[in-house]
């Protein structure tokens, strides 16, 4: 097995734990285990209808994600159709459609991309695009 491949592998289970936590948070109302974003972190965030997207800081994705984990606490977030593909060693990318499904509705869907960079033998998440789909 080579070196890309151990790293996959890695990588995956990973971000498997990741999901794990967030459906932890989501019945919770903890998200300690979610922090895995560096300093210069952001999301790009679209709605359709808009051509620019809105921009939010790390610390603004933090506050962001504690209101929304108390606000829809008893949902779970679905990560559904999941692509991963390591650009090289030590950076990765995942592509998925999230779902919060609260009562059996699903009350948003949106795909995403996560970037990934291994840094300190961490995997840390450096940007995020999402867009809503309705």
């Given amino acids: 097995m080579d ?20 459906n932890y948070a989501m019945k919770t109302g903890d998200t300690s285990q979610l922090d895995r974003m560096t300093d210069d972190y952001y999301v790009a965030f679209f709605q359709p209808g808009t051509s620019q997207p809105m921009i939010f800081s790390k610390q603004q ?6 209101q929304s984990v108390s606000h829809f606490i008893g949902a779970a ?10 650009r090289d060693a030590e950076h990765t990318v995942v592509f998925y459609e999230l779902l919060l499904v609260k009562d059996e509705e699903v009350a948003a869907r949106l795909f995403t991309i996560e970037n990934w960079e291994l840094i300190n033998e961490r995997w840390m998440i ?9």
């Fill in 61 to 66: 994705s933090i506050d962001g994600m504690k």
């Fill in 126 to 134: 450096t940007r995020e695009t999402e867009e809503l789909i309705h």
């Fill in 77 to 86: 977030k679905k990560f559904e159709n999941r692509v991963i593909r390591l």
């Fill in 3 to 22: 070196q890309l491949q151990k790293r996959l592998i890695e990588f995956t289970k990973m971000h498997d734990d990741f999901i794990v936590s967030w």
